[in-house]
């Protein structure tokens, strides 16, 4: 309420303070030794004695999927994490992630009171994919639904922090494929043995095999009947998978609708604000979202 009452001048510095003071408390917050306790516990049942496996640090917010808004690479994804000590601290971190500048700014063109955002914490067991990038069920030049747009690279986390990936348009109906893009990236990302993500030389070869073709497109030929995607009015969207291929074997990790904001793609701020993260490996920013 006192910001509000600001001149319009002033408004803009004190919430910032306001969003910044907000993220660094939760930033730094201890979350206790009886959450420490129920997690080790949850982590064992789930995956294993503490630092036998690793997983990804992600976040779901209630802010997202919203009409022309699906939020996603807004908030910060850790991979790799491995060791109960570590998961606590990236969980904080992602937790407070939402009042990153960026994201706070994203969603404030969505909403009137952008600091009501509700995070929840997903742990996700990482799959060391040799391949792995995105696919919306949509021809992304025409909008049409009977093709699907596909970006993948080799390694972990494809297509998904800038990175110059291979672009494929699939027929549904006849399994016609049509390069629009050859991946030029150098190098690609696996997991590291101790956590993290380290880098490799690719093979130069083309990313995705005929045979990891005629599965997403299986895929995407199923998703309307057995995961159908809607926006809020309950209109059908397409849906946007996040993928990988392990040893050939199709993984799914995330479908979510394919929501657009024409609005978002014009705002200069929001874009620029945009550019100096698409270089950074820990934050999954996704190369279709539209926020």
């Given amino acids: 309420h006192r910001i509000g009452r600001m001149p319009a001048s002033q408004r803009e510095g004190e919430t910032r303070k306001l969003r910044e003071r907000m993220r660094t408390w939760i930033a730094t917050t201890d979350p206790g030794p009886a959450f420490r306790a129920a997690l080790q516990r949850a982590m064992q049942a789930r995956f294993g004695a503490d630092g036998s496996l690793a997983v990804y640090v992600r976040s779901d917010t209630n802010v997202e999927d919203l009409p022309g808004f699906s939020g996603a690479g807004l908030n910060l994804t850790v991979p790799n994490v491995v060791g109960l000590d570590r998961v606590v601290e990236a969980i904080v971190q992602v937790w407070a992630s939402p009042f990153d500048e960026r994201a706070f700014a994203w969603r404030q063109m969505r909403m009137d009171a952008p600091e009501h955002v509700y995070v929840s914490v997903l742990l996700q067991r990482a799959v060391p994919v040799e391949k792995s990038g995105v696919m919306v069920t949509q021809d992304l030049a025409s909008g ?3 093709a699907y747009t596909v970006a993948a690279n080799e390694g972990v986390g494809g297509a998904v922090s800038g990175q110059a990936a291979e672009e494929l348009l699939i027929d549904a109906g006849t399994g016609k494929v049509q390069l629009l893009a050859e991946a030029s990236a150098a190098t690609r990302r696996v997991l590291g043995e101790g956590g993290g993500l380290e880098t490799r030389p ?5 990313v995705l095999a005929p045979a990891e073709i005629a599965q ?3 895929l995407g030929r199923q998703l309307p009947e057995r995961f159908p995607q809607h ?5 059908v969207v397409p849906a946007d ?8 074997r199709l993984a799914l990790f995330q479908i979510r609708p394919y929501l ?3 609005a978002a793609r014009r705002d200069r701020f ?7 993260l698409r270089a950074q490996s820990g934050r999954v920013i996704q190369p279709w979202k539209e926020h």
């Fill in 144 to 146: 049409s639904p009977d």
């Fill in 202 to 206: 690719v093979s130069g070869q083309p």
């Fill in 216 to 218: 997403l497109r299986q």
């Fill in 231 to 235: 926006d809020e009015a309950g209109q």
């Fill in 241 to 248: 998978v996040e993928f990988g291929f392990v040893a050939g």
């Fill in 260 to 262: 657009q904001s024409k």
């Fill in 270 to 276: 929001l874009l620029e604000l945009d550019a100096p």
